[in-house]
Structure formats: C-alpha cells, structure tokens
C-alpha cells in the first residue's frame, strides 16, 4: 500500500498512513501460532474492504488452520481498530519454515 487510507465522517477525516496500518496487521497475524509476514513492506495490502498479506507458517503447523485463523484476527483487529468493514482477508502462505 503506497496511499493512505483517508477515513472521511461528518467530524472530518482521519489519515491512515501505509505504515501504520502495515503494523497493525503484521502485529494480528503474528499474534497466531507459527505465522510470520514474510516481507512486510511489499506483501501487506490494505486497500477499501480487503487485506492481503504473505505468510510464512511453522513447520508442522495446520497451513488451512494458520491461515484462518490469521484471516480473523486481522479482519477483527482492522475493523475493530480502524472502523473499517473488512470484506475479505486474502492470504498467501509463500513459506513453511
């Protein structure tokens, strides 16, 4: 994400920076057991109603599982942070390490 995301409401608008909302989903994914967001900077995108991002899993790890599980808690920590409706939480496991 190369745009900020401008928030606009009857108060005014709110500017999200790319880095900001970058950590944010970097730190709710990782928050799941044995996922990693493999480079950060170019593979999480936040655009209106969509996150996608690449994931490196733990060896042994349930990939599907991982990855759902990943899928919710960005959305919650998207929507419930930034007031954002996630439509969808695209993810790419590029890695199991």
């Known amino acids: 994400m190369s745009e900020p995301l401008v928030l606009r409401g009857p108060e005014g608008s709110i500017t999200l920076v790319p880095g900001a909302l ?3 989903v970097v730190t709710a994914a990782e928050s799941v057991e044995g996922a990693r967001v493999r480079r950060p900077k ?3 995108q936040v655009g209106q109603g969509t996150v996608s991002l690449g994931l490196a899993v733990a060896e042994g790890a349930s990939l599907p599982g991982v990855a759902r599980e990943v899928q919710v808690r960005v959305a919650t920590a998207v929507s419930s942070t930034c007031g954002l409706e996630v ?3 695209d993810v790419v496991v590029e890695a199991v390490v």
């Open 22 to 24: 970058t950590q944010l």
């Open 42 to 44: 170019r593979s999480v």
């Open 87 to 89: 439509e969808a939480v």
